[in-house]
């Protein structure tokens, strides 16, 4: 076997089947560099050639991007490449028409006065030929040979004189095609022309083969410093007095008629650039009429959804954009007194809602006071009595909760809360929950585990929302768990911490992981609220992330349990980019499935990001950090936007406590860290237990 050839195991093909022979060459490189580089979208190969791109394409970068948002720009180049188009295309049909007519007329005058000339030519070679044969022979015969050479030179000068400076006359010798000149008829021409140069050697053929005329097209030649020209020849082979054939040419220069072509291209570049300009200004001026308007609506839509909704177009005139502006400032009239009257209605329901929730303050405490002082006599009582005494304190509980939560919810609705910021660690939060579920979770029989809080998780926030949002997805999954097992995550990564609350109950069905925020929604009806839930829970949750700047999201499959992520940044200005906590737990059952076939789960170790949120979310945590930095007031009308308008309120920085710091990881060998470790194990940290 050849040193470079290889084998190919059975079954598979070889792996030089495909390999070039020969050297390669330069277009073959290029070709390669084409294709795989410029044609690609880049040049990956020289970074000379990329920086040669660069450096074409920054120019045209302004341009293109003028040229996407100017749309008068788009319809002026436009109409002036049109019009530019369709000049040069008129100018070369009219030029051409010039041409040809000139050309023709030029061709019917020269074969009309070459004609005369060739019959003129025959006359006097008959003429000369009859009064030398009268003559006798022998001596005179013998001068008439001799002067046959002047008798040529006579006739050349003799016809072009009649043209006085039109044409030009050249004689040549039948033969002169083959280079054969004997009989001392040497080529003879007037006005110092070339007649060597200035005749085709294809006319002297045709000429020599034919007896008829024939012409051609040529550059005139002359002996002197005189500029060649162009010109149309005609050429006729005619005898001599003697009988001896030769060559008669009239050259007819053609500079008039290319003064006359020249001033007609002249004329019409001239015409042709004026329409052009001129088409272009009043392309210009026309679509400036409807464009204007345009962006005039455009300006004004754009400070109505800022806010400003008093602002009008200016209409004059009843044409088509005169409409336009009407019906446009109907438009914004109707939005305007919709709106007005959607902010008075919400601002009735919010000042309803609050006024009922003070008002009923009062009648509740006097009503509470008696409560109480039936329940601590409930011993007294028969056990029916007794019982409805302890069934009147619990409702009180609830119906005080749910005022409670409706004057929070209101806030949020205001635009009235307030974030107290301050680094805190979400370890103490998280334990602080948990030590408040354990009787629930007790009573469950329910075992809470936390995960990830070998390391301290500090961020910028406020300790007593993010502990009511924690107390709320907690105790949703000890209830929703039935009797399993809850794991809460943390960590963090980059600019974010995260905290997901994990239970393996009921779960959620498809559709219901957005639903589960709104007000008073419950995935069940049916189930009995035993912890005495008002279900505003969640939504007061959301509203406290979104015043962080963060994401309160929720995952669940049926049957499988769910599990919920609060995200928020480590510094309250920081906007999010990502959660360090998938939304998906690894143990959910598609994950699952993906690995039990050995596929990859897709998520892997990246952070698991986000879409976008809303924008009145977006717009909150703008508003919130805006304010941190500043400490002004919203622009906007907090009453018209629910949920907008939140202040953050820092407190003076302090460090952590010490009891915060890192603990010495005393616990297994190589146990990660919550910030940048694996995170998913269920099995590592605290369990805690109900008392």
Avoid: C
Wanted: glycine share 12%.
């Amino acid at each position: 076997m050849s040193r470079g050839s290889a084998a190919s195991a059975p079954g598979q093909p070889g792996a030089r089947a495909e390999r070039p022979v020969g050297r390669k060459t330069a277009g073959s490189r290029w070709e390669r560099l084409v294709q795989g580089g410029l044609l690609q979208g880049g040049v990956q190969g020289s970074p000379v050639l990329r920086l040669f791109m660069r450096w074409v394409r920054r120019p045209l970068l302004p341009v293109m991007r003028l040229w996407r948002r100017n749309i008068q720009l788009k319809i002026v180049v436009t109409t002036l490449l049109m019009s530019l188009g369709v000049v040069l295309l008129l100018g070369f049909v009219v030029i051409g028409q010039v041409r040809n007519g000139l050309l023709d007329a030029k061709v019917r005058a020269s074969q009309s006065q070459a004609t005369g000339g060739f019959a003129v030519a025959k006359q006097k070679a008959d003429t000369a030929a009859a009064s030398s044969g009268g003559g006798g022979s022998g001596a005179e015969g013998r001068s008439a040979q001799s002067v046959s050479p002047q008798w040529m030179s006579d006739l050349v000068e003799s016809l072009s004189s009649g043209g006085q400076g039109a044409f030009d006359v050249v004689t040549l010798s039948a033969s002169a095609a083959t280079g054969d000149e004997s009989g001392g008829r040497g080529p003879r021409s007037s006005g110092n022309v070339d007649p060597a140069a200035s005749v085709p050697e294809d006319l002297r053929r045709r000429v020599d083969t034919s007896m008829v005329a024939a012409q051609s097209y040529t550059r005139v030649v002359y002996t002197d410093e005189k500029d060649s020209q162009p010109a149309l020849v005609i050429g006729k082979q005619v005898n001599d007095p003697k009988g001896n054939p030769y060559q008669l040419y009239y050259l007819f220069p053609l500079t008039q008629e290319e003064k006359s072509l020249s001033l007609v291209k002249g004329t019409l570049a001239t015409a042709g650039l004026f329409v052009v300009v001129l088409l272009g200004a009043i392309a210009w001026l026309v679509v400036r009429q409807v464009v204007t308007p345009v962006r005039m609506a455009a300006g004004i839509a754009e400070r109505l959804s800022a806010g400003r909704l008093q602002e009008r177009m200016k209409v004059t005139g009843e044409d088509d954009i005169a409409r336009l502006g009407e019906a446009f400032n109907k438009m914004a009239q109707s939005l305007q007194l919709k709106i007005q009257q959607l902010e008075e209605l919400s601002r009735m329901q919010r000042r309803f809602v609050s006024d009922v929730s003070h008002e009923l303050r009062t009648p509740l405490t006097t009503v509470r006071m008696a409560a109480d002082v039936i329940h601590d006599a409930r011993a007294d009582f028969d056990p029916m009595t007794a019982r409805s005494a302890e069934l009147l304190a619990d409702q009180l509980d609830r119906f005080e909760t749910l005022l409670a939560d409706l004057l929070e919810i209101s806030r949020f609705d205001a635009g009235a809360a307030a974030l107290e910021a301050e680094p805190i660690d979400l370890r103490e939060v998280v334990r602080r929950v948990i030590s408040g579920a354990e009787p629930l979770a007790e009573r469950k029989g329910s075992r809470i585990r936390v995960v990830g809080d070998q390391q301290p998780v500090v961020a910028e926030a406020d300790a007593r929302r993010v502990e009511r949002v924690l107390r709320n997805l907690v105790v949703n999954a000890v209830e929703h768990g039935d009797g399993k097992d809850v794991v809460v995550k943390l960590a963090s990564a980059g600019g974010a911490v995260a905290i997901a609350v994990r239970d393996y109950g009921v779960g959620l069905k498809p559709g219901e992981a957005t639903r589960v925020f709104s007000r008073f929604w419950r995935a069940d009806p049916a189930r009995a609220r035993t912890t005495g839930g008002t279900g505003l829970g969640l939504s007061i949750a959301l509203e406290d992330a979104r015043l962080h700047g963060g994401w309160l999201q929720a995952w669940g499959e049926p049957g499988g349990g769910s599990q919920f992520r609060l995200t928020l940044p480590r510094t309250a200005d920081e906007p999010l980019r990502g959660s360090p906590i998938p939304l998906e737990p690894k143990d959910s059952r598609r994950n699952r499935g993906l690995d039990d076939a050995g596929l990859p789960r897709g998520g892997g170790n990246k952070l698991a990001t986000v879409p976008v949120q809303p924008s009145g979310e977006s717009a909150s945590a703008r508003a919130a950090m805006g304010a941190r930095q500043g400490g002004a007031a919203p622009t906007a009308d907090p009453t018209a936007l629910p949920g907008n308008g939140a202040r953050v309120v820092p407190r003076p920085a302090r460090p952590v406590r010490p009891q915060d710091s890192p603990r010495p990881a005393t616990g297994e060998a190589g146990a990660p860290s919550g910030g940048g470790g694996r995170t998913d194990d269920v099995e590592e940290g605290k369990a805690f237990r109900g008392r």
